[in-house]
């Protein structure tokens, strides 16, 4: 199943908003982390939601980039939750978590290199053979940089796409954020994603500290990155388009406000 158009993320908060009346939105974003359980009332929310609306999965405990590889248990709990909901696609980030059985609950950066290509190919065949299905990653955030990195970030992404077959979420917020802690033209990364290789979009905030950026994802989709939105699509085209939230969650006419935004442009 495919879907297109715009998606917002599924939060406890609007349970509620989403079951009692069917709102304005064509796909919901569920976080697979909090429903990889064997049961109880976020499965039986989750399960009537389903019902309702077309779904993508995006998780954020995958540790694909870790030497390790993904937690065996980890993967097995996601198969489950896949199996269960049947998504349009399983996303999560491109990133580690973790190391020796221990969650830092953080998305973690990469370094640019061969060695880390070569971790990231196994991980990823080993995770699409396991799903049965392509998996999604997403570009992070990030606040300093690896002096050993060999290359850009975008042709890491597209050298990992080229070995693995594998798709991008690309966050555009996230893109604004690194370009300006690390000072590149954040069009120099969206340029170079082949746009059959984009699935989605997400659209966020983030916090102003002056000398840097810091993702945050609690704040109103500012001036800057609606901007940089307009020139991603018309580079990619029509991508499925999601405004995440992740804090401070406002009342959901609000998010619905920003999406209807996204669809003006």
């Not at 779904?55 to 065996?72: E, F, T």
């Not at 940089?145 to 042709?155: D, G, H, T, V, Y």
């Amino acid at each position: 199943m495919n879907i297109s158009g715009f998606g917002l993320g599924l939060r406890t908060e609007y349970y509620t908003d989403f079951l009692e009346h069917l709102q304005p939105v064509d796909w919901l974003e569920v976080l697979s982390d909090n429903y990889m359980v064997p049961g109880g009332k976020p499965l039986y929310m989750l399960d009537r939601i389903c019902e309702r609306y077309p779904i993508v999965m995006h998780g954020v405990s995958l540790s694909i980039g870790a030497v390790a590889g993904p937690c065996p248990e980890y993967l097995n709990k996601l198969k489950i939750l896949k199996r269960r909901v049947d998504p349009c696609w399983v996303s999560d980030h491109l990133c580690w978590t973790g190391v020796h059985g221990r969650q830092l609950h953080d998305l973690m950066p990469l370094p640019f290199t061969e060695e880390a290509l070569r971790v990231l190919t196994r991980n990823v065949l080993k995770v699409q053979d396991t799903l049965g299905q392509i998996l999604v990653l997403e570009n992070v955030s990030s606040y300093v940089e690896f002096a050993c990195s060999e290359m850009a970030e975008w042709e890491f992404m597209n050298a990992l796409a080229d070995r693995t077959g594998c798709r991008f979420l690309l966050d555009v917020n996230n893109v604004y954020v690194s370009a300006y802690n690390h000072s590149f033209d954040p069009m120099d990364f969206i340029g170079a994603m082949e746009p059959e290789r984009v699935v989605q979009l997400h659209l966020a905030g983030h916090s102003d500290h002056g000398t840097h950026l810091i993702d945050t994802h609690d704040q109103a989709v500012p001036d800057g990155v609606w901007a940089l939105y307009q020139k991603a699509i018309a580079h990619l085209g029509p991508v499925p388009t999601m405004i995440e939230r992740d804090g401070n969650i406002p009342p959901l006419t609000d998010l619905i406000a920003e999406l209807n935004h996204a669809r003006s442009l």
